[in-house]
Protein backbone atom coordinates (compact mmCIF):
# COMPACT_ATOMS: atom_id res chain seq x y z
CA UNK A 1 0.00 0.00 0.00
CA UNK A 2 0.92 3.30 -0.85
CA UNK A 3 2.52 5.50 1.97
CA UNK A 4 1.15 8.62 3.11
CA UNK A 5 3.67 11.01 1.68
CA UNK A 6 3.68 10.05 -2.13
CA UNK A 7 -0.23 10.13 -1.72
CA UNK A 8 -0.04 13.93 -0.47
CA UNK A 9 1.95 14.71 -3.37
CA UNK A 10 0.29 12.99 -6.43
CA UNK A 11 -2.75 14.96 -4.96
CA UNK A 12 -1.22 18.14 -4.52
CA UNK A 13 0.74 17.60 -8.45
CA UNK A 14 -2.62 16.56 -9.90
CA UNK A 15 -3.99 19.55 -8.67
CA UNK A 16 -1.47 21.74 -9.78
CA UNK A 17 -0.81 23.60 -6.16
CA UNK A 18 2.68 24.53 -5.13
CA UNK A 19 3.82 23.96 -1.71
CA UNK A 20 4.08 27.97 -1.23
CA UNK A 21 0.45 28.13 -2.75
CA UNK A 22 -0.23 25.20 -0.01
CA UNK A 23 1.32 27.04 2.66
CA UNK A 24 -0.63 30.09 2.29
CA UNK A 25 -3.95 28.41 1.87
CA UNK A 26 -3.33 26.04 4.67
CA UNK A 27 -1.32 28.09 6.87
CA UNK A 28 1.40 25.42 7.90
CA UNK A 29 4.91 25.64 7.24
CA UNK A 30 6.70 24.50 3.66
CA UNK A 31 8.70 22.49 5.77
CA UNK A 32 6.25 20.92 7.66
CA UNK A 33 3.95 20.30 4.20
CA UNK A 34 7.36 19.22 2.61
CA UNK A 35 8.48 16.56 5.57
CA UNK A 36 4.79 15.20 5.26
CA UNK A 37 5.00 14.48 1.45
CA UNK A 38 8.61 12.69 2.37
CA UNK A 39 7.04 10.82 5.06
CA UNK A 40 9.51 12.54 7.34
CA UNK A 41 7.17 14.05 9.93
CA UNK A 42 7.98 12.05 12.95
CA UNK A 43 11.60 14.12 12.54
CA UNK A 44 10.44 17.64 12.98
CA UNK A 45 7.78 17.54 14.72
CA UNK A 46 7.15 16.18 18.62
CA UNK A 47 4.87 14.06 18.83
CA UNK A 48 1.95 11.77 17.11
CA UNK A 49 -0.80 14.23 17.99
CA UNK A 50 0.45 17.35 16.55
CA UNK A 51 1.52 15.05 13.31
CA UNK A 52 -1.96 13.36 12.95
CA UNK A 53 -3.31 17.07 12.99
CA UNK A 54 -1.38 18.45 10.06
CA UNK A 55 -2.09 15.13 8.02
CA UNK A 56 -5.51 15.57 8.33
CA UNK A 57 -5.62 19.11 7.43
CA UNK A 58 -3.53 19.43 4.62
CA UNK A 59 -5.21 15.75 3.23
CA UNK A 60 -8.50 17.90 3.64
CA UNK A 61 -7.47 20.34 1.53
CA UNK A 62 -6.06 18.65 -1.17
CA UNK A 63 -9.66 16.75 -1.19
CA UNK A 64 -8.75 13.66 0.38
CA UNK A 65 -9.99 12.10 3.44
CA UNK A 66 -7.98 13.68 5.83
CA UNK A 67 -9.25 11.38 8.94
CA UNK A 68 -8.73 8.26 7.28
CA UNK A 69 -5.51 8.84 6.63
CA UNK A 70 -4.55 10.38 10.20
CA UNK A 71 -5.75 7.50 11.66
CA UNK A 72 -3.67 5.12 9.59
CA UNK A 73 -0.68 7.13 10.59
CA UNK A 74 1.75 5.06 12.92
CA UNK A 75 4.99 7.13 12.83
CA UNK A 76 6.66 4.08 13.23
CA UNK A 77 10.62 4.22 14.08
CA UNK A 78 13.15 1.37 12.15
CA UNK A 79 13.46 -0.55 15.63
CA UNK A 80 9.77 -0.58 15.45
CA UNK A 81 9.95 -2.89 12.19
CA UNK A 82 12.77 -4.67 13.70
CA UNK A 83 10.97 -6.44 16.34
CA UNK A 84 8.19 -7.35 14.05
CA UNK A 85 10.31 -9.05 12.01
CA UNK A 86 11.87 -10.77 14.83
CA UNK A 87 8.96 -11.84 16.21
CA UNK A 88 7.85 -13.29 13.03
CA UNK A 89 10.90 -15.82 12.88
CA UNK A 90 11.06 -16.75 16.21
CA UNK A 91 7.27 -18.22 15.66
CA UNK A 92 8.47 -20.43 12.99
CA UNK A 93 6.20 -19.72 9.76
CA UNK A 94 2.94 -20.23 12.13
CA UNK A 95 0.78 -17.88 12.95
CA UNK A 96 1.97 -14.20 13.33
CA UNK A 97 1.63 -13.50 17.09
CA UNK A 98 -0.04 -9.92 16.92
CA UNK A 99 -0.77 -9.95 20.38
CA UNK A 100 3.38 -9.86 21.26
CA UNK A 101 3.80 -7.37 18.56
CA UNK A 102 1.27 -4.80 19.74
CA UNK A 103 2.74 -5.11 23.40
CA UNK A 104 6.26 -4.73 21.96
CA UNK A 105 4.87 -2.17 19.77
CA UNK A 106 2.79 0.15 22.83
CA UNK A 107 5.96 -0.43 25.17
CA UNK A 108 8.37 0.86 23.19
CA UNK A 109 6.33 4.21 22.42
CA UNK A 110 5.79 4.36 26.04
CA UNK A 111 9.54 4.34 26.72
CA UNK A 112 10.33 6.70 23.99
CA UNK A 113 7.50 9.23 25.40
CA UNK A 114 8.73 8.43 28.85
CA UNK A 115 12.19 9.98 28.22
CA UNK A 116 10.72 12.99 25.85
CA UNK A 117 9.03 14.04 28.95
CA UNK A 118 11.68 13.44 31.45
CA UNK A 119 14.37 15.39 29.38
CA UNK A 120 11.72 18.57 29.25
CA UNK A 121 10.59 18.18 32.53
CA UNK A 122 14.53 18.11 33.71
CA UNK A 123 15.36 21.18 31.46
CA UNK A 124 12.49 23.13 32.90
CA UNK A 125 13.45 22.31 36.51
CA UNK A 126 17.17 23.20 35.87
CA UNK A 127 15.82 26.59 34.44
CA UNK A 128 13.75 27.41 37.39
CA UNK A 129 16.11 26.17 40.00
CA UNK A 130 18.79 28.22 38.32
CA UNK A 131 16.91 31.69 38.39
CA UNK A 132 16.30 31.50 42.00
CA UNK A 133 18.61 33.87 44.26
CA UNK A 134 20.97 32.70 45.99
CA UNK A 135 21.73 33.63 49.44
CA UNK A 136 25.38 35.22 50.41
CA UNK A 137 27.12 34.72 53.50
CA UNK A 138 29.44 37.49 54.91
CA UNK A 139 31.90 36.40 57.17
CA UNK A 140 32.79 38.42 60.62
CA UNK A 141 30.38 41.36 59.18
CA UNK A 142 28.56 43.62 61.79
CA UNK A 143 24.88 43.21 62.08
CA UNK A 144 22.68 44.94 59.85
CA UNK A 145 19.18 45.21 58.98
CA UNK A 146 17.75 42.58 57.28
CA UNK A 147 16.80 43.49 53.33
CA UNK A 148 13.36 42.21 52.41
CA UNK A 149 13.18 38.76 51.09
CA UNK A 150 13.52 38.30 47.30
CA UNK A 151 10.93 36.44 45.26
CA UNK A 152 12.16 33.37 43.50
CA UNK A 153 11.82 34.52 39.64
CA UNK A 154 9.28 32.59 37.67
CA UNK A 155 8.65 32.37 33.48
CA UNK A 156 7.02 35.61 32.88
CA UNK A 157 4.47 36.60 29.59
CA UNK A 158 6.68 38.30 28.01
CA UNK A 159 6.03 41.59 25.49
CA UNK A 160 7.65 42.16 22.20
CA UNK A 161 10.72 42.73 21.87
CA UNK A 162 11.66 46.40 21.55
CA UNK A 163 13.51 46.22 17.46
CA UNK A 164 10.77 46.74 15.43
CA UNK A 165 10.35 45.04 12.09
CA UNK A 166 8.77 46.42 8.91
CA UNK A 167 7.38 43.69 6.90
CA UNK A 168 5.92 44.26 3.66
CA UNK A 169 2.25 43.90 3.28
CA UNK A 170 1.59 40.10 1.93
CA UNK A 171 5.17 39.15 2.51
CA UNK A 172 5.50 36.38 4.79
CA UNK A 173 7.11 36.08 8.46
CA UNK A 174 10.64 34.52 8.78
CA UNK A 175 11.90 33.66 12.12
CA UNK A 176 15.39 32.17 12.39
CA UNK A 177 16.90 31.32 15.67
CA UNK A 178 20.29 30.29 16.79
CA UNK A 179 20.90 28.38 20.36
CA UNK A 180 24.44 29.50 22.46
CA UNK A 181 23.48 26.35 24.43
CA UNK A 182 21.43 23.02 25.36
CA UNK A 183 17.83 24.83 25.55
CA UNK A 184 14.17 24.07 25.51
CA UNK A 185 11.61 25.96 22.86
CA UNK A 186 8.42 25.83 21.92
CA UNK A 187 7.58 27.77 18.71
CA UNK A 188 3.43 28.80 17.62
CA UNK A 189 2.85 29.86 14.06
CA UNK A 190 -0.55 31.68 13.70
CA UNK A 191 -1.82 30.32 16.65
CA UNK A 192 -0.45 26.99 15.96
CA UNK A 193 2.51 24.40 16.98
CA UNK A 194 4.93 23.72 14.81
CA UNK A 195 7.81 22.62 17.70
CA UNK A 196 7.75 21.98 21.14
CA UNK A 197 10.90 19.98 22.16
CA UNK A 198 15.01 20.34 22.93
CA UNK A 199 17.19 22.38 20.63
CA UNK A 200 20.99 21.32 20.82
CA UNK A 201 23.31 24.27 21.33
CA UNK A 202 24.92 25.63 17.85
CA UNK A 203 21.72 24.52 16.13
CA UNK A 204 20.16 27.04 13.84
CA UNK A 205 16.97 26.42 12.60
CA UNK A 206 13.96 28.47 10.63
CA UNK A 207 9.95 28.84 10.60
CA UNK A 208 7.74 30.80 8.47
CA UNK A 209 4.74 32.31 9.11
CA UNK A 210 1.44 33.91 8.12
CA UNK A 211 0.95 36.89 10.89
CA UNK A 212 2.80 36.03 13.43
CA UNK A 213 4.57 33.84 15.87
CA UNK A 214 4.57 32.89 19.69
CA UNK A 215 7.77 31.39 21.44
CA UNK A 216 8.55 30.15 24.64
CA UNK A 217 11.49 28.77 26.14
CA UNK A 218 13.18 27.58 29.44
CA UNK A 219 16.34 29.75 28.79
CA UNK A 220 16.12 33.00 26.40
CA UNK A 221 19.66 34.28 26.87
CA UNK A 222 20.66 31.10 25.22
CA UNK A 223 18.68 32.30 21.97
CA UNK A 224 19.79 34.57 19.33
CA UNK A 225 16.88 35.36 16.65
CA UNK A 226 16.45 36.89 13.80
CA UNK A 227 13.03 38.10 11.90
CA UNK A 228 12.62 38.21 8.43
CA UNK A 229 16.61 38.96 8.43
CA UNK A 230 16.56 41.84 11.22
CA UNK A 231 18.36 41.35 14.55
CA UNK A 232 14.77 41.35 16.78
CA UNK A 233 17.32 42.13 20.15
CA UNK A 234 16.98 40.60 23.14
CA UNK A 235 14.61 37.95 24.01
CA UNK A 236 14.74 38.29 28.09
CA UNK A 237 16.75 36.19 30.58
CA UNK A 238 15.50 32.93 32.36
CA UNK A 239 12.45 31.04 31.51
CA UNK A 240 10.32 32.85 28.99
CA UNK A 241 6.36 32.20 28.04
CA UNK A 242 4.61 33.53 25.23
CA UNK A 243 7.05 35.91 23.62
CA UNK A 244 4.80 37.34 21.11
CA UNK A 245 6.33 38.12 17.02
CA UNK A 246 3.55 40.36 15.16
CA UNK A 247 4.19 41.46 11.68
Known sequence: ?????????????????????A?????????????????KIDEIVSGPVYAKSFIKKYAGYL?????????GFLGEKPEFKEQISV???NNGGGRFPFNKVIVAV??????????????IGASKAAAF???????????????????????????VKAAAPATAVQVPKGEKLELSIRTRADVYVKIK????VIFDGMLKKGTAEKWSASNSFELSTSKAEALSAELNGADIGVLGKGAVKGLK???
Not at 129 to 142: E, G, L, T, Y
Request: hydrophobic residues 45%.
Open 1 to 21: MESIGPRLRSAREAKGISLEQ
Open 23 to 39: QKDTRISSRILAALEAD
Open 63 to 71: GLDGTAMAD
Open 87 to 89: LAK
Open 106 to 119: ITVVLVVLAAKLAV
Open 129 to 155: IKSRPKAVKKANAAPAAKPAAKQPQKP
Open 189 to 192: ADGS
Open 245 to 247: LPK
